[in-house]
């Protein structure tokens, strides 16, 4: 039997050695200029990659939840170009900096999955922009549908998606109600 390894970078990482920190909400996990330690996928939770403007306001950079890979560009950084900070209570794996660096070097399959979840993240951060230049809550609505082949998420979510499209979500269901008012 030929045994498969993941092509998913986090579960690469599982091979070194790791722990768990907890992050209560408001908590900072880092800040912009900051040496680079640690990678780290968030477990629980939800934490946001912000970059702070001069006028104190902050701009969302990654909307981390479980499963993802906190500023993974920061792999191949020596200090962090941005904050991060929970939103929710939250848990994070951390890997060792240097380990990390070291194994993508030595191993083709994992530096391969952390290409292709770069990869990834790059079509990922398109489509988010895509769907945010329309200025039209609907146009941005619909941007969203077309790349979700037009299923909405459960109604339970959709304050999630008023969050992804970055409008209010009275602004959505203002929408959505729109939408399904006969013609």
């Known amino acids: 039997m030929i045994a ?56 969302v950079l990654q909307r981390a939840g479980p499963g993802a890979i906190l500023a993974e560009a920061s792999v191949m950084s020596d200090r962090f170009h941005c904050a991060a900070e929970a939103v929710e209570d939250s848990t994070v794996t951390l890997w060792r900096h240097e380990a990390v660096r070291q194994l993508i070097s030595v191993d083709l399959a ?29 146009d941005r609505l619909d941007a969203w549908l077309t790349w979700h082949d037009g299923v909405l998420p459960e109604k339970g979510r959709w304050h999630r998606l008023a969050r992804e499209l970055s409008v209010s979500p009275e602004a959505l269901y203002r929408e959505l109600a729109r939408r399904k008012r006969p013609a």
């Open 4 to 59: 498969v390894m993941s092509t998913r970078f986090v579960d690469c990482l599982a091979t070194l050695s790791s722990s768990t920190r907890r992050v209560p909400k408001g908590t900072q996990l880092f800040d912009r200029g900051d040496p680079v330690r640690y990678v780290h996928a968030v477990t629980t939770g939800e934490i946001h990659l912000l970059r702070r403007q001069a006028n104190g306001s902050a701009c």
């Open 110 to 138: 994992t530096a391969q999955a952390y290409a292709r979840h770069l990869a990834a993240e790059v079509r990922s951060a398109r489509l988010r922009a895509e769907i945010a230049a329309p200025r039209r809550v609907s």
